[in-house]
């Protein structure tokens, strides 16, 4: 099986969480055995809220940046002490600098092509997005052809879907609208994160 380096293989994605709010939401994720967490950098002073729980929280769980786009961004995330960094595509140039940076990359990928560039360029992890579009039998396809490398499924996994994606031969998800939306009470994101962890631990294959 693929090494996966967080200890739960699902990624909590706080899409939109301000500096406010973030602390509140990642402990309870961290209270829920989460310690692979994503704040999106569109979300609102996204450097502050890393910066803030990487302080607090860094030493339980790997706190990482999504929807990275750009090297500078890279930069920022390794100098507020992130770990890994998400993207929603497949950029080479991108990766390698990340690598290169010593940061752990989950590279946004939909090919088998673009998996296999990820991979060349040091990827550590893939991230097929959006899973929902492709579904658990593209997932199986792909498992055909890839090396053992940790794979998750991003976009519009549910905890219904999680088990057909996990069977298929990802190892994990990243979980955001389902988990988390903007103003939602840090209980609702307990409450969602408890089910989803429910569904990942309690399969075997």
Do not use: C
Request: hydrophobic letters at 45%; glycine letters at 14%.
């Amino acid at each position: 099986m693929p090494h996966v380096p967080f200890r739960l293989p699902l990624i909590a994605i706080l899409r939109g969480i301000g500096p406010g709010e973030a602390g509140s939401h990642v402990g309870a994720l961290v209270e829920e055995g989460y310690d692979a967490i994503e704040i999106p950098l569109n979300s609102p002073d996204w450097a502050q809220s890393i910066g803030a729980v990487v302080r607090e929280y860094g030493g339980r769980a790997w706190i990482g940046g999504g929807t990275v786009l750009r090297p500078t961004e890279v930069d920022t995330l390794q100098h507020l002490g992130a770990r890994f960094v998400v993207t929603p595509n497949t950029n080479p140039a991108l990766i390698k600098h990340a690598v290169a940076a010593g940061m752990q990359v989950v590279a946004g990928f939909a090919t088998a092509s673009e998996a296999f560039a990820a991979l060349d360029a040091g990827a550590q992890m893939l991230k097929l997005f959006p899973a929902s579009t492709y579904g658990p039998g593209h997932v199986r396809a792909l498992r055909a052809v890839l090396p053992a490398i940790p794979l998750f499924v991003v976009g519009g996994v549910t905890p219904l879907t999680l088990t057909d994606f996990l069977a298929a031969g990802s190892n994990g998800a990243g979980i955001g609208g389902e988990l988390y939306r903007p103003g939602q009470p840090v209980e609702r994101t307990r409450t969602n994160a408890r089910e989803f962890r429910l569904v990942q631990t309690g399969y075997r294959r």
